[in-house]
């Protein structure tokens, strides 16, 4: 696995939507300006293993202020999603494992998972 696959950042920005509680759990919704809506039309986002982390929240608000639309994203981990910090974590380890292991044999393995 190569360092940028588990690299990312952290938007800025502080999201506009709310969080509601609807029969199937916790749920972020985002709406459109109502002079700027689409009546017919809804977005529905299923998160990485993030869950709702600041990204998926400001792509929703985005979703909903430029296209116009009612954007939801359910809450499909609930407290089991991963920190957004791990992404910084695992690229350290990887880099200072890249380092560790590069010249043995000219090459930099990647990680071996179970």
């Known amino acids: 696995m190569q360092t940028c696959c588990v690299s990312g950042a952290v938007s800025s920005g502080k999201p506009s939507g709310k969080l509601e509680a609807m029969a199937c759990g916790s749920v972020y919704v985002s ?3 109502a002079k700027n809506s689409s009546a017919t039309t809804a977005v529905i986002i299923a998160t990485d293993v993030f869950g ?3 990204n998926a929240k400001l792509l929703a608000d985005a979703f909903a202020q430029s296209g116009g639309v009612l954007t939801v994203i359910p809450d499909m981990f609930e407290k089991t999603a991963l920190p957004v910090w791990i992404m910084d974590a695992v690229a350290t380890l990887m ?11 000219g090459a930099a393995p ?3 998972w179970w």
């Open 52 to 54: 709702l982390s600041p």
């Open 95 to 105: 880099k200072k494992k890249k380092k560790k292991d590069k010249g043995k044999d």
């Open 110 to 112: 990647g990680l071996l």
């Open 31 to 33: 709406t459109p300006d």
